[in-house]
């Protein structure tokens, strides 16, 4: 059964909005959970860090770009590429070290990127994408082509000096740049109510000169809304901003964390209470625009796609020996 | 056609022809342009010795004066690189790449490895090199064997204003991250210099005296201790190649070699510490490649392990001398 299509006055969106968003955030969780799973199995080389839980927020911000808006990623990257269009097959040979990854099997999870599609790269160095960001907003006010860039942090990177270094440079400078501190709690296994002095991050904005405002990360709809003034303020020439987003992270830092510092019953609760997904899909069944049968057909296809990846990246081919020490300069 | 012109303005017009030539040309640091925000003049300084006077008038909002904040700012030039602009960005000192470097060797140099081959980062860094100004340890230290290590990073250290020049111009149109070192005493180094534009190559070393007994490989402000002590051995009938690297990556091992196999003898020249520097690396090189023409041990003339120190007379003690340069040769002739 299909739901009616007016989406006026109760969401942000029109109904195909929804229906992407909700699509995107289901493709990274799909992404997530066959990655968990076949770790788990021994699969998978290095270090894999999941983005699952957090889908609201990437999803929720990145609806509002286009491909000439730059952003620069976390460790926890793999949301990020989706919701700026990476394939989701390219990216996931690259996380089995294939040579059709994205990245050629050279980069690895922790360092996925598409620059045709505005994404400068997940990063292994926590708070390094700030000053990159710095760049790309430079790099569009100097051409004045409209485009913003936005940086990602968690609540840990934000203590680094790159990140606060580039709160003040992008203030002086004016740049159509946007910081988003993704607060998940933890820093690895440290608690952001240790490691952080103050108790919001609006409180830092406001001390480098810029708006900043907190959202409930788990709800697509304020982060959507919230972000969307600050982009179309940044685009504007209004100049940068910070934008918290409390949010949750469902599995460890990395895949194999053990999470003994988590509370007990923290997890299950997690699952059954603080889902944003599923949060999602309450809200907009609730308000009667979609049905369980339109989100059941984009599972179906989400799943097939997944698969699809998650086959193309076993089958894919291994780099050989002649691909070591080519793509370190464009020339020598 | 050429003039006297220095090295400061060599550079200077490197700068100024590439920024005519290409608009995605931007220039930032530390006082490049000097007194933004004041209320005195706007282009007061034009970087801390003056390199970059003058340029603010011609190409007004491409020279950006930035905060003391060197990892923002390195990491914008680094990221306006990677979105198809072509930064030249002051650090000042090279000593200051410390609080920044990450954005340099973790970022910059790897993207385009990482991001298998994907990534172009035209960005260049200029900064300040050497002893020899009395400007004690934090400010004099020669680094380049730091950036060499690093696979993606090209490095640059020319010894004169008419390689300062054409090897800036060649910084700005490569399409690879480049560390472009200046000796902070050869600012004021006269040579004779093209009006007209001129790129020099990558990887090619200049021959800058033949010589038939010994050779002397060394860059930067040793090119010309190297040739004070290569002319007086020629009195005493010892003739001295001297080879100027110029890039130290690349590095032109052919003429290196080439030398080394007609001489026999090699005495490499460097003024940054011995351990794992340019000196030890060429002598590593050489060994490996050409033992057999090899008639004496390779002798390494470098700064001693030590920081640089500030007081006039370590300090000139400290530096390679052209008399340390004349005895290393006289010492692997003696084998």
């Known amino acids: ?332 | 056609m050429a003039r006297k012109i220095s090295m400061r303005q060599a550079i200077n017009e490197a700068l100024d022809q590439e920024m005519a030539r290409d608009p995605s040309v931007f220039v930032m640091g530390e006082d490049i342009v000097g007194g933004a925000g004041g209320m005195g003049e706007i282009d007061a300084w034009g970087g801390v010795l003056g390199v970059t006077k003058g340029l603010n008038a011609k190409y007004p909002g491409r020279l950006l004066d930035t905060p003391l904040s060197e990892s923002a700012y390195i990491g914008a030039a680094v990221g306006a690189a990677a979105c198809g602009m072509r930064p030249v960005a002051e650090l000042m000192f090279l000593d200051f790449m410390g609080v920044c470097f990450d954005q340099i060797f973790n970022q910059a140099a790897k993207f385009r490895y990482m991001f298998g081959g994907k990534a172009e980062t035209p960005v260049v860094i200029r900064a300040m090199v050497g002893a020899g100004f009395r400007a004690a340890a934090q400010h004099s230290q020669m680094l380049t064997p730091l950036f060499v290590h690093i696979p993606g990073l090209k490095v640059v250290c020319p010894s004169n204003a008419y390689d300062a020049k054409g090897l800036l111009i060649q910084s700005i149109r490569d399409n690879d991250p480049v560390i472009f070192c200046e000796h902070k005493n050869l600012y004021g180094a006269e040579a004779d210099v093209p009006a007209e534009s001129y790129a020099i190559p990558f990887g090619e070393a200049n021959v800058v005296r033949d010589g038939k007994h010994a050779t002397i490989v060394t860059y930067g402000m040793m090119v010309q201790r190297a040739m004070d002590a290569a002319a007086a051995l020629a009195k005493q009938g010892v003739e001295c190649e001297v080879i100027d690297l110029r890039t130290l990556s690349p590095i032109d091992w052919d003429t290196v070699i080439d030398s080394a196999e007609r001489t026999g003898h090699v005495i490499c020249v460097d003024e940054a510490h011995p351990r794992c520097s340019i000196a030890a690396d060429v002598s590593a090189m050489v060994t490996q490649e050409c033992f057999k023409a090899l008639k004496g041990p390779i002798q390494m003339v470098t700064a001693p392990h030590t920081p640089v120190p500030f007081s006039p007379v370590l300090e000139d003690l400290y530096i390679p001398s052209a008399e340390a340069i004349a005895k290393a040769v006289k010492k692997s002739m003696a084998h």
Request: net charge negative.
């Open chain 1, 1 to 332: 059964m299909t739901a009616p299509n007016s989406t006026a006055g109760i969401f942000p969106l029109d109904k195909p909005g929804l229906l992407q968003a909700y699509r995107t955030m289901r493709t990274i969780r799909e992404f997530e959970e066959r990655l968990h799973a076949d770790f788990a199995k021994g699969d998978i080389p290095g270090f894999v860090h999941l983005y699952a839980g957090e889908e609201a927020a990437g999803t929720g911000i990145m609806m509002h770009l286009e491909d000439k808006d730059r952003i620069a990623s976390t460790h926890r990257g793999h949301g990020h590429c989706i919701a700026k269009g990476v394939d989701t097959s390219g990216m996931m040979a690259e996380i089995y070290g294939k040579v059709s990854g994205s990245c050629r099997g050279k980069g690895g999870s922790m360092h996925i990127a598409d620059l045709s599609k505005g994404m400068m790269g997940a990063n292994g160095i926590l708070g390094a994408g700030a000053p990159l960001v710095c760049g790309a907003a430079l790099a569009a006010k100097y051409r004045g082509d409209g485009g913003v860039a936005i940086s990602f942090v968690g609540d840990g990177a934000s203590n680094q000096g790159t990140f606060l270094e580039s709160l003040n440079l992008a203030a002086v400078w004016n740049l159509p740049a946007i910081f988003v501190v993704e607060n998940n709690g933890y820093a690895e296994s440290t608690s952001r109510d240790y490691a952080v002095a103050v108790d919001s991050f609006v409180d830092r904005a406001a001390g480098f000169g810029l708006p900043g405002v907190t959202v409930d990360g788990l709800d697509f709809f304020a982060v959507y809304e919230a972000a969307g003034e600050i982009i179309k303020r940044a685009r504007e020439g209004g100049g940068p901003a910070l934008l918290e987003c409390k949010m949750i992270r469902m599995y460890g830092h990395f895949e194999g964390d053990q999470q003994t510092y988590r509370a007990k019953g923290e997890l299950d609760d997690i699952r059954a209470n603080k889902d944003c997904l599923k949060m999602f899909t309450q809200r907009v069944m609730e308000a009667g625009v979609i049905s369980r049968g339109e989100l059941d057909a984009i599972d179906r296809e989400v799943v097939a796609e997944i698969q699809e990846a998650s086959a193309f990246a076993k089958a894919a081919p291994l780099p050989t020996a002649a691909d070591l020490t080519t793509d370190v300069y464009v020339n020598y």
